[in-house]
């Protein structure tokens, strides 16, 4: 997997301006969008095909900040990003766009994440060169790993312009399950919030 801007890891918290110096897809008239967090359940933005895939060798955790959307600056949510795991495999959606999409992405992923090249396995077989936006850890959103608890805590006491933390949580929770995936760290999760909503 390959990110082809020209920002250095220090672009800042609004991505915005690095992601539009890439140019990799500047000449195709579609391209594939790979979504693992959000975009599984509201993609918001128009697609021409939408297919269940896959990508190898990264993770989905929720070690990411959310200022913009399901947080605040002084109190942000933790929302999924993808970070780098030998053997991984994380399923989502892949969406078939034009680039005039781009402008739209981008502004809802400044938040930390960049585009990213990647290779899209199809679950019904086949493979295709797409993109995908990833928040590493170098950004400056970047939360990192913490005990569930901590995490399920964080995203119940959040939310932001786009709607409670714990939305955003349960959405995703329930929209792999209907995928016929199983995310181990998402459902631990979801557990962990949904026992510190009973009181345990």
Same mark, same amino acid.
């Given at each position: 997997? *390959?990110?082809?801007? *020209? +920002?250095t890891? =220090?672009?800042?918290?609004?991505? !915005?301006?690095?992601n539009?110096?890439?140019? $990799?897809?500047?000449?195709h008239d579609q391209?594939?969008?790979?979504?693992? @967090? *959000?975009?599984? $359940?509201?993609?918001?933005f128009?697609w021409?095909?939408?297919?269940? #895939?896959a990508?190898?060798?990264?993770a %989905?955790?929720?070690w990411? @900040? =959310?200022?913009?959307h399901?947080?605040t600056? &002084?109190?942000?949510?933790r929302? #999924?990003t993808?970070v780098?795991?030998?053997g991984?495999?994380c399923?989502?959606?892949?969406?078939?766009? !034009?680039?005039?999409v781009?402008?739209?992405l981008?502004?809802?992923?400044?938040?930390? $994440?960049?585009?990213?090249? !990647?290779e899209? $396995?199809?679950?019904?077989?086949?493979?295709?060169? @797409?993109?995908?936006?990833?928040?590493?850890?170098?950004n400056?959103?970047w939360? &990192?790993?913490?005990?569930?608890?901590h995490?399920a805590?964080?995203? #119940?006491? *959040?939310?932001?312009p786009?709607?409670p933390n714990r939305?955003?949580l349960?959405?995703l929770? #329930? !929209?792999l %399950? +209907?995928?016929?995936?199983a995310?181990?760290?998402v459902?631990a999760l979801e557990?962990?919030?949904?026992?510190l909503?009973?009181? &345990?």
């Amino acid at each position: 997997m *390959s990110h082809d801007a *020209s +920002a250095t890891p =220090s672009a800042g918290l609004d991505t !915005t301006a690095a992601n539009r110096l890439m140019d $990799y897809f500047d000449h195709h008239d579609q391209v594939w969008l790979f979504g693992y @967090g *959000s975009l599984l $359940y509201k993609a918001g933005f128009p697609w021409l095909e939408c297919r269940p #895939a896959a990508i190898h060798g990264w993770a %989905r955790r929720f070690w990411q @900040g =959310s200022h913009d959307h399901r947080g605040t600056p &002084g109190a942000p949510g933790r929302v #999924a990003t993808l970070v780098p795991e030998p053997g991984a495999v994380c399923d989502g959606m892949a969406y078939l766009i !034009t680039p005039a999409v781009f402008d739209q992405l981008d502004i809802r992923e400044k938040n930390g $994440y960049l585009r990213f090249v !990647t290779e899209l $396995y199809f679950d019904d077989g086949g493979r295709e060169e @797409g993109l995908v936006y990833i928040a590493t850890e170098d950004n400056e959103a970047w939360l &990192g790993e913490a005990p569930d608890h901590h995490i399920a805590r964080q995203i #119940a006491d *959040s939310s932001g312009p786009s709607g409670p933390n714990r939305d955003y949580l349960l959405q995703l929770a #329930a !929209t792999l %399950r +209907a995928l016929g995936h199983a995310d181990e760290h998402v459902f631990a999760l979801e557990r962990a919030l949904l026992n510190l909503e009973r009181g &345990g």
